[in-house]
């Protein structure tokens, strides 16, 4: 399960929150986080990131 801040995208495992690393994806914005046919979407002011269930990619 994710979450999604301002701040960034967060796994959640146990209860607990934890920063998902992206890498060199270098994402500086989340907002809305929804799922459509087996990938979540993380879609902020300046960027859209999609998950496929093992990494995330940058849309824009």
């Given at each position: 399960?994710?979450?999604?801040?301002?701040?960034g995208?967060?796994?959640?495992?146990?209860?607990?929150?934890?920063?998902?690393?992206?890498?060199?994806?270098g994402a500086?914005?989340?907002?809305?986080?929804t799922?459509?046919?087996?990938?979540l979407?993380?879609?902020?002011?300046?960027?859209?990131?999609?998950?496929?269930?093992?990494?995330?990619?940058?849309?824009?």
């Amino acid at each position: 399960m994710f979450a999604a801040s301002r701040r960034g995208l967060y796994s959640i495992e146990d209860g607990r929150l934890s920063l998902v690393e992206l890498g060199a994806i270098g994402a500086a914005s989340f907002g809305v986080s929804t799922a459509n046919k087996g990938h979540l979407w993380s879609i902020g002011e300046k960027d859209v990131l999609s998950y496929d269930g093992a990494s995330w990619s940058a849309i824009a």
